[in-house]
């Protein structure tokens, strides 16, 4: 009826004049609105995945086998994840690294060598990189048919102890050098640590790619030049290369004066210059 239809129109322009807003939408004809699907986000591990393929597989590979496009280009060769070989673990020498170890190897990246610090991805990125990268280090197992990832096995990750540091003094050093001997640290890395031993030319690591021992006088170390972090690397060693295990040869106070002595004969700031 036009009386009807003038009172409505009355009331839907009073109702805009009072609120200041549009009308709400007319219902279609056919019935009520239709739910629109929200999609869900990524899990971590495929937000893992998917930083993988566009940040890390240009030289791991997208299997993480270490034979990304890059890796021809590369010296050191890029990490095949398959092997659970991580060179910077806080775990007994030979043991898979702890999350926090992978983590901190994301963030920080490993100065002198190809691998950069991700510290740009944000915090939860990092993580789902690390949950993607545990998933590669895996195995095919013939006699089960199947794929068995090795951090499923229940392998011992218990940290290493890293007892407090004294301070460095002249003694010391002078106590290093000597451990450094004991050790035969010198077979690879030199008398006066410069990287150049009589079996450097000689070394290769687990895939049989050659690999330089580090000059440490140039002072830049793969794990930092933090004293604790040298003091596990002198323990544990670096897993995948001939850098062996001291746990045995060496008495921790041992080893605390060679990475007294390390950090004597290292460049000062290098480290830092090499991570920027």
Known sequence: MPGAAL??????????????CPPPPSLPPSGPLQAQ????PPSPLERGKAIFLRSCAGCHG??????GAASAYLFPKPRDFSRGAFKLTSTPSGSLPTDEDLFRTVTNGMPGSAMPSWELLSENDRWAVVSFVKGLTRSFDE??????????LGRDMTSVTVPPGPARTVESVARGKIAYRKAECWKCHGEEGRG????APTLKDDWGWPIEPRDYTAGIFKGGDDPGELFKRVTIGMNGTPMPSHASALTPSQ???VVHYLQSIARPGAQERARQ
Do not use: C, I, M
Not at 37 to 40: D, F, I
């Open 255 to 257: 080893r605390w004066d």
């Open 62 to 67: 997208e299997e993480g086998r270490g034979d």
């Open 7 to 20: 009172a409505g129109g009355t009331l839907l322009l009073g109702f805009v004049v009072l609120t200041g």
């Open 143 to 152: 006699e089960e048919g199947k794929w068995v990832n090795y951090y499923d």
């Open 196 to 199: 150049d031993g009589p079996s």
């Open 37 to 40: 699907a929200v999609q869900a």
